[in-house]
T-cell receptor, first 110, second 115 residues
Framework: KQEVTQIPAALSVPEGENLVLNCSFTDSAIYNLQWFRQDPGKGLTSLLLIQSSQREQTSGRLNASLDKSSGRSTLYIAASQPGDSATYLCAVRDGNQFYFGTGTSLTVIP | EAQVTQNPRYLITVTGKKLTVTCSQNMNHEYMSWYRQDPGLGLRQIYYSMNVEVTDKGDVPEGYKVSRKEKRNFPLILESPSPNQTSLYFC??????????????FGPGTRLLVL
């Protein structure tokens, strides 16, 4: 069974700063890893998907990397904006099941 | 518009009173799942379904039932709810399973309080 950990649990940064969110998982035999964003009182929105054979994916100001052998992924957010404030979750797919981390709550201060 | 809908959005009930939370998707996805989200524990998968009439247990299936009689619907059933099932529940459907465009679409959530 996968254990997915996200550090830090909360992060507060000034607007414009670049930042990195971390995700680690215990079993490297994953099919893919996905990063989600969750806004208060709402469901999750998919941000980036990295297949197990890939090293990174980019979408706009977001870049996600995957090191499957070490069980780590990072989400890099460039030039942060107040609208980026949300909780970010990573999830790994192991077989036909999905395992989520507990999330990092990000606050970007104007 | 592509979406996953859940009903009800909020529910207060009492211990032992059977309830059903409905989930419906309009994207013709084969894979659907239910999660519960609790503070400090994140999202945990309760049940998932690979297709019609095919369901499997996730990480925390105890106290829950599901059915998949039609592709678009995946109801979550609590036969005898208990206070430890108080939680925020999400339904999700997944497109492009096993492909490079695999994406989970989440419903808005159902907040359940069991007294």
């Amino acid at each position: 069974k996968q254990e997915v950990t996200q550090i830090p649990a909360a992060l507060s940064v000034p607007e414009g700063e670049n930042l990195v969110l971390n995700c680690s998982f215990t079993d490297s035999a994953i099919y893919n890893l996905q990063w989600f964003r969750q806004d208060p009182g709402k469901g999750l929105t998919s941000l980036l998907l990295i297949q197990s054979s890939q090293r990174e994916q980019t979408s706009g100001r977001l870049n996600a990397s995957l090191d499957k052998s070490s069980g780590r992924s990072t989400l890099y957010i460039a030039a942060s904006q107040p609208g980026d404030s949300a909780t970010y979750l990573c999830a790994v797919r192991d077989g036909n099941q999905f395992y989520f981390g507990t999330g990092t709550s990000l606050t970007v201060i104007p | 518009e592509a979406q996953v809908t859940q009903n009800p959005r909020y529910l207060i009930t009492v211990t032992g009173k059977k309830l059903t939370v409905t989930c419906s998707q309009n994207m013709n996805h084969e894979y659907m799942s239910w999660y519960r989200q609790d503070p400090g524990l994140g999202l945990r998968q309760i049940y998932y379904s690979m297709n019609v009439e095919v369901t499997d247990k996730g990480d925390v299936p105890e106290g829950y039932k599901v059915s998949r009689k039609e592709k678009r619907n995946f109801p979550l059933i609590l036969e005898s709810p208990s206070p430890n099932q108080t939680s925020l529940y999400f339904c999700a459907s997944t497109s492009g399973l096993a492909g490079s465009q695999e994406t989970q679409y989440f419903g808005p959530g159902t907040r359940l309080l069991v007294l």
